[in-house]
């Protein structure tokens, strides 16, 4: 039992404590998210170079993104990832869950195959499908052998996005495949029980009773992949090039991000303020996709 | 005791903007440009992608000059490769350059703009003669007084190409091409004859292509870029043709160095520049390619090759000036260059050492046949790329040329726009 002078000292302590509990991670928070995030929007407003401190320049750099092709290249690169590659994402994870979802002899083995790309090296990844897609890769082996002819995969811009695309879908796939496996595992099994006895095909109980039973994960998913597919680099990068493709047609935002700022060169401000746009785009997909959700549930 | 709200709330602020502070800018200064006290104190010396390959000879020359210097001591770090330029430039802003840095030319430019390169004319003037004149002066800046690195190696290499496929082509395997005009022909009719499918070069042209076609770089002053001339023009539309024929490669808009380089191991491709180095490996990765493998010169316009240079720069922030002068030039005396010349198909840039036999005498192997005639070369060989010509500005030109190259643009078009860009970024480089 307390006495009462402890219990006075625990009071005095009180307000400290929770910081200093708190401390270890407000330092990395602060030093590594917002401290780097406050720097980013700071120079945005100056000409800061790799070596040049830089000076205040107003809003320069964002009108000058207005005027750049390369970020209206990148912009709309980065929006078309988010446009192709969210919807499968968002499907493909689902149905490939609903395949593996079923207690079948061998099943784990093939959950643990669907679910090796997310945990391989991005890099590794890459350059198994640039093999694969060179123009005398396995694709094209196989493609001119059947007599469809060679397919410049990786030398036409859009071939090369939509490439990039598949990379990720295919990445993704047994990420998100996890997380549709936990929701469909809280459907209660009486509502497609109920479903079949009222005559309703698989089809018909999946729009009807799996959508709408997992549509919250959904939205997560949804949530989830756009943030990532807009802020995509390393497919576009190691499929493209580091130049992004012919003339620079492939070129992602954050792409462009790295091509500007880095480097003995790099224009430190210029790529801060195409940083703080990545940002702000980012948010507003989220609230987008939030939205989406309420007036859906509402 | 208990802490009060205050001191807590100091403290975590103070903690949290701790990085801050670290963070600036650059050096405080305090190095000294008189590298004529005595030889002591502990330096860092940094390399780019050489330990793995050679540790010992690093090791051996750290130790040779800490037993002649025995007051001083060497901290050998190297860096990988890739992202090199970008470690660089991060430990620069951080104020944590080392002492003694390997560089190249591009990458000298903007230290020494900044201030963190030392200026060898005035700290280390008197060991100039000891270099090819060439050589010393790829490390100086236009627009600055000064030479703000020591040359170490310099390299430069032939032309490869496939003597089976120009057979199949019925081009005579014996007579390749010696100036740009036999090439595009020859390289049309490799085009025509196997109906597209192998193509003569992977790459597009850099600037290097445009300096060696004998194209004007940039004005004398250093001010402006100036290759979108007749001559500019004319190479990128001679170019355009082998695109459309298939005779450049199509990947070769987005290629880089290693993916042509493989595609002219697999055959994909009939030439392909590379160096003494570039032997071995064919040997061992593709032995069919070996025996097939002819070599010629670089094509040149101007009578001059390529060479790259590389260099050891001392940090200006350097507390330990005469150590980092004294070890710097160690590392690219005549006797240190030879022996790493020995140890792998580098050249030195000190005067004389490339008449001695090493580089003069054949025996036979095409190993010493490469490495003589570029050992030849190199007495009059140019480094063509700028040293203000940067990453992006890098990147500027080889989009340009892929949309001239996809007809997207003019070649006189894409040239002017290429030329626009870079003096663009030149200025914003001030």
């Given amino acids: 039992m307390a006495t009462t002078s402890t219990v006075s000292r625990v009071r005095r302590q009180l307000p400290t404590s929770p910081w200093l509990f708190a401390a270890p991670g407000l330092l990395i928070t602060g030093a590594f998210i917002l401290y780097p995030f406050v720097s980013t929007l700071i120079n945005s407003f100056t000409d800061r170079r790799t070596l040049v401190p830089g000076e205040f320049v107003g809003l320069a750099n964002f009108r000058e993104l207005l005027h750049d092709d390369m970020f209206w290249i990148g912009l709309r ?47 590794v990844v890459g350059l198994i499908w640039v093999w694969l897609l060179d123009d005398r890769g396995l694709v094209n082996a196989v493609l001119e052998t059947v007599g469809v002819g060679r397919i410049g995969f990786l030398s036409d811009q859009w071939l090369l996005l939509l490439s990039a695309m598949a990379v990720t879908v295919w990445k993704g796939l047994g990420y998100y495949m996890i997380i549709y496996l936990a929701a469909l595992g809280n459907v209660p099994r009486e509502l497609h029980e109920a479903a079949a006895v009222d005559g309703a095909g698989a089809i018909r109980r999946f729009v009807s009773v799996t959508v709408p039973a997992v549509r919250s994960t959904m939205v997560l998913v949804g949530a989830l992949s756009s943030v990532a597919a807009f802020k995509v680099f390393s497919e576009v990068y190691l499929l493209a090039g580091p130049s992004g493709g012919p003339a620079g047609e492939d070129t992602t935002l954050v792409m ?27 948010v507003a997909l989220m609230l987008l996709v939030l939205r989406a959700d309420r007036r859906e549930e509402s | ?60 020359v750290i130790a040779a000059f800490e037993e002649k210097y025995p007051d001083t001591h060497v901290k050998w770090v190297d860096q990988p490769a890739e992202g090199y330029a970008d470690k660089i430039s991060a430990d620069a802003a951080g104020g944590t350059l080392p002492d003694v840095v390997n560089v190249s030319p591009d990458l000298v430019a903007p230290l020494a703009k900044a201030g963190l390169a030392l200026d060898l004319d005035k700290a280390a003037a008197k060991y100039e003669k000891e270099y090819l004149p060439g050589a010393w002066a790829s490390h100086q800046v236009p627009g600055m007084e000064g030479t703000y690195a020591f040359p170490w190696y310099l390299n430069t290499g032939p032309l490869f190409y496939n003597k089976s496929l120009f057979e199949k082509a019925g081009l005579d395997p014996n007579k390749p091409p010696k100036t740009y005009g036999e090439l595009f022909d020859q390289a049309l009719q490799m085009a ?38 007749a001559q500019g023009v004319e190479l990128l539309a001679k170019y355009k043709k082998l695109y459309d024929a298939k005779a450049l490669d199509p990947q070769a808009l987005t290629a880089t160095p290693e993916s042509s380089g493989k595609k002219f191991l697999t055959g994909a491709v009939a030439m392909n520049p590379g160096s003494a180095l570039d032997l071995a490996n064919f040997k061992k990765q593709a032995p069919s390619l070996y025996k097939n493998i002819g070599i010629t010169d670089q094509i040149t316009s101007t009578g001059h090759v390529n060479m790259y240079v590389m260099g050891v720069m001392v940090n200006a922030q350097t507390k330990r000036t005469p150590a980092a002068v004294a070890f710097a030039h160690f590392v690219t005396d005549s006797a240190r260059q030879m022996s790493f010349a020995q140890r792998v198909a580098i050249f030195p840039s000190t005067a004389g050492s490339l008449d001695k036999p090493y580089f003069t005498q054949e025996d036979g192997t095409d190993e010493t046949r490469v490495r003589v005639a570029a050992a030849k070369s190199l007495k009059s060989a140019v480094n063509y790329t700028p040293v203000l010509f940067s990453e992006q500005m890098k990147t500027a030109l080889r989009n340009e040329v892929a949309k001239a190259l996809q007809g997207k643009e003019s070649p006189k078009e894409a040239l002017d726009n290429a030329v626009n860009a870079c003096n663009r970024l030149l200025q914003q480089q001030g």
């Fill in chain 1, 77 to 123: 690169n980065s929006t078309l990832y988010v446009l192709g590659v969210v919807p499968a994402l968002i499907l493909l994870p689902l149905l490939l869950a609903l395949l593996v979802q079923k207690a079948i002899p061998g099943i784990t083995f093939f959950r643990s195959a669907f679910y090796t790309p997310v945990v391989a090296s991005i890099v």
């Fill in chain 1, 256 to 282: 462009l991000v790295q091509r500007t700022g880095t480097g003995l060169t790099g224009r430190v401000g210029y790529a801060s303020a195409i940083s703080v746009v990545v940002f702000v785009v980012t």
């Fill in chain 2, 1 to 60: 005791m208990p802490t009060s709200r205050r001191t807590f709330a100091a403290v975590a602020v103070a903690a949290l903007l701790m990085p801050i502070t670290a963070c600036g800018s650059g050096g405080d200064g305090g190095g000294s440009a008189d590298a004529s006290g005595k030889v002591e104190g502990e330096i860092t010396f940094q390399t780019w992608n050489l330990r793995a390959n050679f540790k010992d000879y690093f090791e051996d």
């Fill in chain 2, 192 to 229: 025509e004859k196997t109906d597209g499918k192998v193509a003569t070069l992977a790459n597009v042209p850099t600037i290097e292509d445009f300096g060696r076609y004998g194209v004007p770089l940039m004005n004398k002053e250093g001010t402006a870029f100036t290759f979108n001339d």
